[in-house]
């Protein structure tokens, strides 16, 4: 079925409206004809007025089988009971819509009886007022008319009496210099002069445009006077403009005089620096920001915003210029602030400044919108932070550099008391350490603030901060080869190395930067890296192509090659020193000619103090090895060296020269059999290693000493002599015991091999001898002391 529409109509649809149509139509649908016949029914007239219930079960029996028919019964029962409870859900909606509209219609009727009544009173009070006031409004016409031809003539004559004070208003504005209401009265007389003025006012026109000469005289005194502010110029140029006066002829001067009024606005870079002189006090620094950005400062502000605004309107061409003025301000105001970083300020000078300029940047960019200063500034601002975040490390490189080369420094040269090495150590880890977090806090300061420019560059100060980190301790690194004398000085260098390059590179200087580099490694560096990690890893405006910015483990890597390479280079020096005394020791006697020894040779007590001296600078600054002593009584065939049993014993109490000589045979069959030797171990960081592998060195240099010399039998006593004080010393200085003693017995080896004649001291003689030193060692040294 479907509706006139022509649109079909679903089934729940179709049935609700003719269940509708069926409740409240009075006229039943147009049925079919009663004499239809029987061959034209079909099974949908059950849903029709003309239903005939017989006829429908006959065509249902003859189309269907039982099966289709049980179905059908099924079908139909359902369909009843949903008509039933459509039905009855359709009478409760619209009985409760018929109650709710018959409680409407009797508040309705209740509400209008006696309105009809009370509609007539109204009428007919409203037609009394209405007959009244007509009556009133006749009898006051002719007066009311009489009374406004009255005030017209008086507003006439108060215009004309004001035409006839004009020159004399003029004249008093003249006095007080209020030229702003002289132009403001003269302007509304104008159109009264352009009327009359050749006529009735011709005298109070020639008046008043004497005065105006004046006023377009002073006001142009005004414009060009240094002494008067630039919003007043300003001001006076626009009443010159009001009156008519050609004021694009001083434009030029106009803008100039502004240009230079740029000159002395800037910020107060004086109050910066007294501001910033004491950090100590937390009341100060929260009142910083109130000393830079001063009174003076934002009037002069105002002031030039104001005569920004008064020239826009005067020159509505000159916008050009006007952008330069205000971008040449604010290129002025980051000049001052790059020059005050280039001292040494903290973070909150800084945001002092900045905030001030940024004050600024705002106050101009509502005048002039189409400078784009927020822009401008924030490039400006990128350029002064950038270089604040370079300064501060080359602030901190400089503390560091500083408190290292104090060692060099005589007392004479700036230091009441000698500076120790382990002073300048523990100096140089807190400059390290607590500048480094010093520098982290005044970074800290720069993110946490809310200042517009700061919170737009906040991802950059992340990226510049760990970039800043990475090439510090690069540079760091450098400069400690510089100080160290491993590298030469470059331009960019010559400063931090002036010190360094006075004096001789120091031995101290160079253990000191051993033992910092391994405490950069160890302590700075991971705890920089928490820090960092905590407070700026919220970079994101570096690529990710080109990896992370700061990279911890590059820089422990750097840092613990240089502590190796620091304490190789002061063996190395140390040992270079020894060997120079060790050269001349061989070089300058005889050795052919060489008397019988009658005591230790002085250079051994030479060797000792170096040994000494030595000791004294590691003990100040490496610590101490965890490791015991490597005894004789250690060593697994190690102890079996050249200066075997039979060269010890027998060699000492054989006194013919063909014996000695074939000892050095049994000697060198005895170094073919022994057990081999590591005698270079790796050096550790600790007093006991450093003092050992330079006493191995200095042996080894003196082996090589010996054999380039020819001795006779006295001098090979001599070094006999000299050898065995030493083995006896140097037990207690060196670690590995069995590795000196072979080195030892190299040494006695190699005399006895470049010997001519090599019959060695016999014992009695030698302990004799020893003693003899050892006591007088004991003598000296209460009396040194």
């Given at each position: 079925?479907?509706v006139?529409g022509g649109?079909?109509?679903?089934?729940?649809?179709k049935?609700?409206?003719?269940?509708?149509?069926s409740?409240?139509?009075?006229?039943?649908?147009?049925?079919?004809?009663?004499?239809?016949?029987s061959?034209?029914?079909t099974?949908?007239?059950?849903?029709?007025?003309?239903f005939?219930?017989?006829?429908?079960?006959n065509?249902?029996?003859?189309?269907?089988?039982?099966e289709?028919?049980?179905?059908?019964?099924?079908?139909?029962?359902a369909e009843?009971?949903?008509?039933?409870?459509?039905?009855?859900?359709l009478?409760?909606?619209?009985?409760?819509?018929?109650?709710s509209?018959?409680?409407t219609?009797?508040?309705m009727?209740?509400?209008?009886?006696g309105?009809?009544?009370?509609m007539?009173q109204?009428?007919?009070?409203i037609?009394?007022?209405?007959?009244?006031s007509?009556?009133?409004?006749?009898?006051?016409?002719e007066?009311?008319?009489?009374?406004?031809?009255?005030?017209r003539?008086r507003n006439?004559l108060?215009k004309v009496?004001?035409?006839?004070?004009?020159?004399?208003?003029?004249?008093?504005c003249?006095?007080s210099?209020?030229?702003?209401?002289?132009?403001?009265y003269?302007?509304?007389?104008m159109?009264?002069?352009?009327?009359?003025?050749?006529?009735?006012?011709?005298d109070?026109?020639?008046?008043?445009?004497?005065?105006?000469?004046?006023?377009?005289k002073?006001?142009?005194?005004?414009?060009?006077?240094?002494?008067?502010?630039?919003?007043?110029?300003?001001e006076?140029?626009?009443?010159?403009?009001?009156?008519?006066?050609p004021?694009e002829?001083?434009?030029a001067?106009?803008?100039?005089?502004?240009?230079?009024?740029?000159?002395?606005?800037r910020?107060?870079?004086?109050?910066?620096?007294?501001?910033?002189?004491?950090h100590?006090?937390?009341?100060?620094?929260?009142?910083?920001?109130?000393?830079?950005s001063?009174?003076?400062?934002?009037?002069?502000?105002?002031?030039?915003?104001e005569?920004?605004?008064?020239?826009?309107v005067?020159?509505?061409?000159s916008?050009?210029?006007?952008?330069q003025?205000?971008?040449s301000?604010?290129?002025?105001?980051?000049?001052?602030?790059?020059?005050?970083?280039?001292?040494?300020?903290?973070?909150?000078?800084l945001?002092?400044?900045?905030?001030?300029?940024?004050?600024?940047?705002?106050?101009?960019?509502?005048v002039?919108?189409?400078?784009?200063?927020?822009?401008f500034a924030?490039?400006?601002?990128r350029?002064?932070?950038?270089?604040?975040?370079?300064?501060?490390?080359?602030h901190?490189?400089?503390?560091?550099s500083?408190?290292?080369?104090k060692?060099q420094?005589?007392?004479?040269?700036g230091?009441e008391?000698?500076?120790?090495?382990e002073s300048?150590?523990?100096?140089?880890?807190?400059?390290?350490?607590?500048?480094?977090?010093?520098?982290?806090q005044d970074f800290?300061?720069?993110?946490?603030?809310?200042?517009?420019l700061?919170?737009?560059?906040r991802?950059l100060?992340n990226?510049?901060?760990?970039?800043?980190f990475?090439?510090f301790f690069?540079?760091l690194?450098?400069h400690f080869l510089?100080l160290?004398?491993?590298i030469?000085s470059?331009?960019q260098d010559?400063?931090l190395a002036?010190a360094t390059?006075?004096?001789?590179i120091t031995?101290?200087?160079?253990?000191?930067l051993a033992?910092l580099?391994?405490?950069?490694?160890?302590?700075a560096?991971?705890?920089?890296?928490?820090?960092?990690a905590?407070?700026?890893?919220g970079?994101?405006a570096?690529?990710?192509?080109?990896?992370?910015a700061?990279?911890?483990a590059?820089?422990?890597?750097?840092?613990?090659?240089?502590?190796?390479?620091?304490?190789?280079l002061?063996?190395?020096?140390?040992?270079?020193?020894?060997?120079?005394?060790?050269?001349?020791?061989?070089?300058?006697?005889?050795?052919?000619?060489?008397?019988?020894?009658?005591?230790?040779?002085m250079?051994v007590?030479m060797?000792l103090?170096?040994?000494?001296?030595i000791?004294?600078e590691?003990?100040?600054?490496?610590p101490?090895?965890l490791?015991?002593?490597?005894?004789?009584t250690?060593?697994?065939?190690?102890?079996?060296?050249?200066?075997?049993?039979?060269?010890?014993?027998?060699?000492?109490i054989?006194?013919s020269t063909?014996r000695g000589?074939s000892?050095?045979l049994?000697t060198?069959?005895?170094?073919?059999?022994?057990?081999?030797?590591?005698?270079f171990t790796?050096v550790?960081?600790?007093?006991?290693?450093?003092i050992?592998?330079?006493v191995?060195f200095?042996?080894?240099?003196?082996?090589?000493?010996?054999?380039?010399?020819?001795?006779?039998?006295?001098?090979?006593?001599?070094?006999?002599?000299?050898?065995?004080?030493?083995r006896t010393?140097?037990?207690?200085?060196?670690?590995?015991?069995a590795?000196?003693d072979?080195?030892?017995?190299?040494?006695?080896?190699a005399?006895?091999?470049?010997?001519?004649d090599?019959?060695?001291?016999e014992?009695?003689?030698?302990d004799?001898l020893?003693q003899a030193?050892l006591?007088?060692?004991?003598?000296q040294?209460?009396?040194?002391s």
């Amino acid at each position: 079925m479907e509706v006139e529409g022509g649109a079909p109509l679903d089934d729940k649809a179709k049935r609700m409206r003719d269940l509708l149509s069926s409740f409240y139509s009075a006229d039943p649908p147009p049925s079919m004809p009663s004499n239809t016949s029987s061959k034209y029914a079909t099974l949908d007239t059950i849903n029709t007025s003309s239903f005939d219930a017989e006829q429908y079960m006959n065509l249902l029996v003859q189309k269907s089988n039982l099966e289709s028919l049980l179905q059908r019964h099924v079908e139909m029962a359902a369909e009843i009971k949903n008509l039933d409870t459509d039905l009855q859900m359709l009478v409760y909606e619209n009985y409760n819509k018929f109650i709710s509209a018959t409680d409407t219609i009797k508040r309705m009727k209740n509400n209008i009886v006696g309105m009809e009544s009370n509609m007539e009173q109204l009428l007919e009070k409203i037609m009394s007022v209405q007959s009244r006031s007509d009556g009133v409004n006749t009898s006051l016409f002719e007066k009311r008319e009489h009374i406004e031809k009255l005030h017209r003539t008086r507003n006439l004559l108060r215009k004309v009496q004001f035409i006839y004070d004009l020159p004399s208003r003029l004249g008093k504005c003249i006095k007080s210099e209020a030229y702003a209401d002289a132009v403001r009265y003269y302007t509304g007389a104008m159109p009264i002069f352009k009327a009359y003025g050749n006529t009735s006012f011709q005298d109070c026109k020639r008046a008043s445009e004497e005065a105006i000469s004046i006023i377009k005289k002073n006001l142009q005194g005004k414009l060009f006077s240094d002494t008067e502010s630039i919003q007043a110029r300003a001001e006076a140029a626009m009443l010159l403009k009001q009156l008519d006066f050609p004021v694009e002829s001083l434009k030029a001067k106009l803008l100039e005089k502004l240009e230079q009024f740029l000159d002395d606005l800037r910020p107060e870079s004086k109050d910066i620096s007294d501001a910033s002189m004491d950090h100590d006090e937390p009341a100060k620094q929260e009142n910083l920001i109130g000393s830079v950005s001063s009174t003076a400062h934002q009037a002069s502000t105002h002031e030039f915003v104001e005569a920004l605004r008064a020239y826009q309107v005067i020159f509505p061409d000159s916008e050009q210029q006007l952008i330069q003025l205000a971008q040449s301000l604010v290129a002025k105001n980051f000049e001052a602030t790059q020059q005050q970083i280039k001292g040494h300020i903290r973070s909150i000078d800084l945001l002092g400044m900045l905030r001030v300029i940024w004050t600024d940047v705002l106050l101009m960019d509502e005048v002039l919108p189409e400078a784009a200063l927020s822009g401008f500034a924030l490039e400006a601002a990128r350029v002064a932070v950038k270089q604040y975040i370079d300064t501060r490390f080359s602030h901190l490189l400089l503390n560091i550099s500083d408190s290292l080369t104090k060692v060099q420094r005589r007392p004479s040269e700036g230091l009441e008391e000698e500076y120790t090495l382990e002073s300048a150590l523990g100096a140089s880890k807190k400059a390290v350490t607590e500048g480094s977090m010093d520098v982290l806090q005044d970074f800290r300061r720069l993110l946490d603030d809310d200042l517009g420019l700061l919170v737009k560059l906040r991802a950059l100060i992340n990226d510049w901060v760990q970039e800043g980190f990475q090439e510090f301790f690069r540079k760091l690194d450098r400069h400690f080869l510089l100080l160290s004398g491993k590298i030469n000085s470059t331009g960019q260098d010559q400063g931090l190395a002036e010190a360094t390059q006075k004096d001789k590179i120091t031995s101290g200087l160079v253990v000191v930067l051993a033992q910092l580099s391994v405490f950069i490694e160890q302590s700075a560096i991971p705890r920089i890296t928490e820090e960092i990690a905590a407070s700026f890893s919220g970079g994101g405006a570096r690529g990710y192509e080109y990896g992370p910015a700061f990279v911890p483990a590059e820089i422990c890597r750097i840092f613990r090659s240089a502590g190796e390479k620091f304490l190789h280079l002061y063996i190395n020096m140390r040992t270079q020193k020894i060997s120079v005394l060790l050269r001349k020791r061989f070089t300058t006697p005889n050795w052919i000619k060489h008397k019988e020894p009658r005591e230790v040779h002085m250079f051994v007590d030479m060797f000792l103090q170096e040994l000494e001296a030595i000791g004294t600078e590691v003990k100040q600054i490496l610590p101490q090895g965890l490791h015991r002593k490597h005894r004789r009584t250690d060593s697994n065939g190690s102890t079996t060296s050249s200066r075997s049993n039979p060269l010890r014993d027998d060699r000492m109490i054989r006194s013919s020269t063909q014996r000695g000589r074939s000892q050095l045979l049994e000697t060198h069959l005895a170094k073919l059999f022994k057990q081999k030797m590591e005698i270079f171990t790796k050096v550790e960081h600790t007093q006991e290693s450093v003092i050992t592998t330079i006493v191995k060195f200095c042996l080894k240099s003196l082996q090589e000493f010996v054999r380039l010399q020819t001795f006779n039998r006295s001098g090979f006593q001599q070094i006999q002599l000299d050898i065995q004080f030493l083995r006896t010393t140097l037990k207690e200085t060196a670690q590995d015991e069995a590795a000196i003693d072979f080195l030892l017995d190299e040494v006695i080896v190699a005399a006895a091999e470049r010997c001519l004649d090599p019959i060695p001291l016999e014992p009695p003689i030698l302990d004799k001898l020893i003693q003899a030193k050892l006591a007088k060692n004991s003598e000296q040294s209460p009396a040194s002391s």
